[in-house]
């Protein structure tokens, strides 16, 4: 193999490598199914799996949906593409599997329509946003994300 092409190998898997620290591992992935079980008389309620993965690091697959401000710290992760911003419309208008991300650091917004994989640790419970007023169940917290 000459040099030049060994040099280009090397490269692409120090990118690669590079992603992969940005979007960080993760111990386990849930999807969106993975959040509640249940939708009797008593509700919704949080699924095994979800209770499971508490405090621990996951990876999810979602949708950013639009901030509130392109700077916030936190946004929602949604099953499918969203258009709206979650404080534009009432609960009633949101589905009740959103997850919402408190990030690391900040990062920059992405588009609402491409898929973005995110990995947290996962907080379970009512927690209301003390700026904000928004009222979360499920978070992913210290995120991050990047392409999938």
Same mark, same amino acid.
């Given at each position: ?11 692409? +898997? &120090? ?6 620290? !940005?979007?960080?591992?993760? =111990? =386990? ?5 993975? /959040? ?6 008593? %509700?919704?309620?949080?699924? =095994?799996? /979800? ?7 996951? !990876?999810?697959?979602? &949708?950013?949906? $639009?901030? +509130?401000?392109? !700077?916030?710290?936190?946004?929602? @992760? ?7 911003? *979650? ?5 009633? =208008?949101? *589905? ?6 408190? /990030?690391?650091?900040?990062? *920059?917004?992405? $588009? ?10 996962? !907080? ?8 904000? %007023? ?5 978070? @992913? ?8």
């Amino acid at each position: 193999m000459d040099r030049r092409r060994r040099l280009l190998i090397q490269a692409a +898997l &120090f990118a690669a490598t590079a992603q992969i620290a !940005e979007i960080g591992l993760a =111990d =386990d992935r849930l999807a969106f199914g993975d /959040l509640y079980e249940g939708n009797g008389i008593l %509700g919704l309620k949080f699924s =095994d799996k /979800l209770r499971h993965h508490a405090g621990q690091r996951v !990876e999810m697959l979602g &949708f950013m949906a $639009p901030p +509130l401000k392109a !700077e916030a710290g936190f946004f929602v @992760l949604t099953r499918a593409p969203m258009a709206l911003c *979650p404080f534009c419309q009432t609960d009633a =208008d949101w *589905p009740a599997d959103i997850v919402v991300v408190l /990030l690391a650091e900040p990062q *920059p917004v992405q $588009p609402h329509h491409q898929p973005i994989l995110v990995t947290g640790r996962v !907080e379970i419970g009512p927690r209301r946003d003390a700026e904000s %007023g928004f009222v979360s169940q499920v978070r @992913l917290v210290d995120a991050r994300y990047g392409r999938p």
